[in-house]
T-cell receptor
């Protein structure tokens, strides 16, 4: 049973606009959340993370928001750039790491 | 439906012993990845199989690590002469890579502890 869900398999955004990637989880014991970025035929690379004691973490163009009551997190990329086109995975951690199935972001120049 | 399965779920071994970790991908998936996550660290890419192509072994940390994928399905990751720093959760993922989509489905992982 998928404990971490990314319900949108794909997303297209115009260059310069905001990209919002969503992730839902079911296990309230998760205490750490991560976003990974993956290019085709490569492994995922770490992007940004957030602890469950926070509701926002920002790093440059990337911001992760955590809504614990809704068991929901999102990744905002602003402004979006063509080089951001990739698959984005969210992951939640409580001992082991549980991954969502990914959302393919396409940033249109 | 059946997802990616891995066995064993936990493995405790003594330093110097060999271990084999197994991954059963989703039927029909052409791509298979092995990763590991060490305590407090992010995901580390190990090896990637895509169809009948030669695997991408660029992430294997040493020659003690090897992996094979038999018949384009089940994969085994072998670690020879295990060291304590090999202790980690080893994750397998499979996908149907079409060039358009690469939705990855992760297995539950094998937690390896080397004493």
């Amino acid at each position: 049973d998928q404990q971490v869900k990314q319900n949108s398999p794909s997303l297209s955004v115009q260059e310069g606009r905001i990209s919002i990637l969503n992730c839902d989880y079911t296990n309230s014991m998760f205490d750490y959340f991560l976003w990974y970025k993956k290019y085709p035929a490569e492994g995922p690379t770490f992007l940004i993370s957030i602890s469950s004691i926070k509701d926002k973490n920002e790093d440059g163009r990337f911001t992760v928001f955590l809504n614990k009551s809704a068991k929901h997190l999102s990744l905002h990329i602003v402004p979006s750039q063509p080089g951001d086109s990739a698959v984005y995975f969210c992951a939640s951690q409580a001992n082991n790491l549980f991954f969502g199935t990914g959302t393919r972001l396409t940033v249109i120049p | 439906g059946a997802g990616v399965s891995q066995s064993p779920s936990n493995k405790v071994t003594e330093k110097g012993k060999d271990v084999e970790l197994r991954c059963d991908p989703i039927s029909g998936h052409t791509a298979l990845y092995w990763y590991r996550q060490s305590l407090g660290q992010g995901l580390e890419f190990l090896i990637y199989f895509q169809g009948n192509s030669a695997p991408d072994k660029s992430g294997l940390p040493s020659d003690r690590f090897s992996a094979e994928r038999t018949g384009g399905s089940v994969s085994t990751l072998t670690i020879q002469r295990t060291q304590q720093e090999d202790s980690a959760v080893y994750l397998c993922a499979s996908s149907f890579y079409s060039g358009e989509t690469d939705t990855q489905y992760f297995g539950p992982g094998t937690r390896l502890t080397v004493l």
